[in-house]
């Protein structure tokens, strides 16, 4: 993949060239999701008119359209109930694929997932994001390009999750903690124009709940993960929706006060949960660290009525007992507690889903259903 190339426009095997333009809308998503949601028994077009409620020549045309771009095929018929015996359809996983990328403050890790979300290759490289733009943007366009044509596949977009604060919808990342240096930062249209194709940008956390709503917490309405590694935030999940706020603000979890007269923080207040929580975990105190996680969680717990917490994150990963242990301890029954089921894949999983959830018709709010 070139840089200046279009997932497509070389011709390669399984890319779906321009057709993608005509395919993203809101019934050809809402086709499509379905395509996915059927799996491997796909559904007819009879089913897909339906479900979507569209009728059944809009349904035809949608299906003609995602049959021409190859993210779907014929699959077998029906058993005949007195009529003609339907045609079934599905999706084609390998049709397309996505890329999702999580730049941590020291690593970075790619993935390269089909259609149906199976990853097809995945690396991780160390990253320093205090080296400034340009390395990390040469970092990061490196590992897409090795990973993509090592798997001999044209990416429809690029899902990347970055450490917050950033602006979701303007792609720009503003003061992240410790490096605010990237104040102001387009990131998302500057790998856009390095890699050739589309990108999304999202706070790490956001991405990992969009994930996990899609992939690991289907059928819950509410909840909060909190991610505790090199910092500490949430992703938040309010009614079935990713919650980012106006300005992508919501969720900066590791920024509330717990301790008026607390070691100084690097945003600039003191006593915050993520400095705390960090300087505990420091001392080899997992055992605080975990009760003042817990205290911040039955903070979101009483402030918003979710359904359910998550923990992950490296540190928690690392020794995820005595994490859901203390914060179940302080929760007290209010919410069940678990570690994340996607472990360390939780959040580069997340940001492929950020191009998924797109194509499928669970955009920036919607998260499954």
């Known amino acids: 993949m070139s840089p200046t190339s279009s997932p497509g426009a070389s011709g390669t095997p399984g890319s779906t060239g321009a057709n993608l333009t005509a395919l993203r809308d809101h019934n050809a998503a809402a086709v ?26 809009a349904v035809s045309k ?4 995602v049959r021409a771009a190859g993210l779907a095929t014929e699959a077998g018929r029906r058993a005949s109930t007195g009529g003609k015996p339907a045609t079934v359809l599905r999706l084609v996983p390998g049709g397309a694929h996505a890329v999702g990328l999580h730049l941590d ?9 089909d259609l149906a979300g199976a990853e097809v290759a995945k690396d991780t490289a160390p990253l320093g994001f205090g080296a400034g733009a340009d390395a990390v943007l040469e970092a990061a366009t490196g ?18 999750a970055a450490p917050g604060p950033l602006h979701h919808r303007g792609g720009v990342l503003h003061k992240v903690t410790g490096f605010p240096q990237w104040d102001g930062f387009p990131l998302r249209d500057a790998l856009a124009r390095r890699l050739g194709v589309p990108v999304v940008l999202d706070k ?5 709940a ?3 709503a899609l992939r690991g917490a289907p059928g819950v309405g509410s909840f909060a993960y909190l991610h505790l590694g090199t910092g500490l935030g949430a992703g938040l999940v309010l009614d079935r929706a990713v919650h980012r706020g106006a300005r992508t603000g919501a969720g900066e979890f590791g920024h509330q006060v717990l301790q008026l007269d607390g070691p100084p923080c690097p945003c600039g207040n003191n006593g915050c949960i993520e400095a705390l929580c960090l300087a505990a975990v420091a001392a080899g105190d997992p ?53 994340t089921p996607g472990g360390g894949r939780t959040v580069v999983e997340g940001a492929a889903e950020l191009v998924l959830a797109r194509l499928f018709g669970a955009g920036a709010v919607w998260c499954g259903r």
């Open 287 to 339: 055992a605080r660290a975990a009760h003042l996680l817990g205290v911040g969680a039955a903070n979101l717990v009483r402030l918003l009525d979710i359904d359910l917490v998550l923990l992950g994150g490296r540190t928690v990963l690392a020794d995820p007992d005595p994490y859901a242990r203390g914060v179940r301890a302080v929760l007290a029954g209010a919410v069940p507690v678990a570690v």
């Open 62 to 65: 949608i299906t003609a359209r």
């Open 204 to 208: 790490d956390t956001n991405a990992a």
């Open 105 to 113: 403050r020291d690593a970075l890790t790619a993935t390269l997932v």
């Open 32 to 57: 499509l999701g379905l395509l996915r949601g059927a799996g491997a028994e796909g559904a007819s077009r009879a089913e897909l008119a339906a479900r979507t409620g569209l009728t059944p020549q």
């Open 210 to 212: 969009l994930g996990l």
């Open 143 to 160: 590992e897409v390009r090795a990973l993509v044509g090592g798997a001999g596949a044209a990416p429809l977009d690029g899902g990347v």
